[in-house]
């Protein structure tokens, strides 16, 4: 099946500095969400994208959809040790009704 | 708004028996509820997409007569993982779609860990 690659797998950072991961498809998406999850929980929806180009923030965090709907980024400015967690993308591709495709993860550690 | 919740929050049970999982939106009505498993250090995968009032579509590769769906309400999805075996182990997450909050936004339960023993 269609599977979304994210980059980096894992990252180790330091509190305050900002941070990139992103997402990376084979095929076209209609929406990116982007979700965080915590050990023993359920991922929490940060961000949702609905057009090619469009730019959203939460907070510290920007999310981008890519102009060729293949890709979208997120970004946190300014970390903090609570920003520690699991990072998923995740798409609508055209034709799948409702389904999510899930990325694969960034894992997100930060350093005090 | 847009809370979705699961009980139980973990489960053991011994192999061969049966064990129910319920998914419930509390503020909003929830016409598509989707059934994920995710096994230690993966992504979540799906497996399978609940309508209130109809049958459940299982994912390819996900036995529909071990895993029972039920979406009796417009708030309440269950899922029953039946004669469960240790390999059925996992963490069974739901999630809830509403075009209220936001067109096409899934929102996740806080997760079912089960462990058969």
């Known amino acids: 099946g269609q599977q979304l690659n994210q980059s980096p797998q894992s990252m180790f950072i330091q509190e305050g500095e900002d941070v990139s991961m992103n997402c990376t498809s084979s095929?076209?998406?209609?929406?990116w969400l982007w979700y965080k999850q915590d050990p023993g929980e359920g991922p929490v929806l940060l961000i949702a994208l609905y057009k090619a180009g469009e730019l959203t923030s939460n907070g510290r965090l920007t999310a981008q959809f890519g102009i060729t709907r293949k890709d979208s980024f997120l970004n946190i400015s300014a970390s903090i040790p609570s920003d520690v967690g699991i990072y998923f993308c995740a798409g609508h591709s055209p034709g799948t009704a409702s389904k999510l495709t899930f990325g694969t993860g960034t894992r997100l550690q930060v350093t005090l | 708004g847009a809370v979705v919740s699961q009980h139980p929050s973990w489960v053991i049970c011994k192999s061969g028996t049966s064990v129910k999982i319920e998914c419930r939106s509390l503020d909003f009505q929830a016409t598509t509820m989707f059934w994920y498993r995710q096994f230690p250090k993966q992504s979540l995968m799906l497996m399978a997409t609940?309508?209130?009032?109809?049958?459940?579509?299982?994912e390819q590769g996900v036995e529909k007569d071990k895993f029972l769906i039920n979406h009796a309400s417009l708030t309440l999805s269950t899922l029953t993982v039946t004669s469960a075996h240790p390999e059925d182990s996992s963490f069974y997450i739901c999630?809830?779609?509403?075009?209220?909050?936001?067109?096409?936004?899934?929102?996740f339960g806080p997760g079912t860990r089960l462990t058969v023993t």
């Open positions: 095929s076209i998406f209609n929406t």
């Open positions: 999630s809830a779609e509403t075009g209220t909050v936001g067109p096409y936004e899934q929102y």
């Open positions: 609940s309508n209130e009032g109809s049958k459940a579509t299982y």
